[in-house]
């Protein structure tokens, strides 16, 4: 806040400086985080089931490769 600015404009002496020493001696008291942990947590067990989850499927990506070969791998019907 330009106060001095303020002290320039207001014609009431000692209003802007009234105000300045009650917004300084103004203490807005700021929350405590108490979520952020049970968020952190959860995040990393969503990430080692992602990770499972990537995991498992990576497997089956192969397995279903392994099929398509082997079923390319057959004589046509036509034959």
Do not use: C, M, T
């Not at 330009?2 to 009650?22: C, E, I, R, T």
């Not at 969503?46 to 057959?74: C, G, P, T, V």
């Amino acid at each position: 806040i330009d106060w001095a600015k303020y002290k320039q404009l207001v014609p009431v002496a000692g209003l802007v400086d009234s105000f300045q020493k009650q917004y300084d001696a103004l203490k807005v008291p700021y929350p405590q985080d108490k979520v952020s942990p049970q968020v952190d947590a959860q995040i990393k067990e969503s990430q080692s089931e992602i990770d499972s989850y990537k995991k498992a499927s990576e497997q089956r990506i192969q397995n279903y490769q392994k099929e398509i070969a082997h079923l390319k791998s057959l004589l046509p019907y036509d034959q």
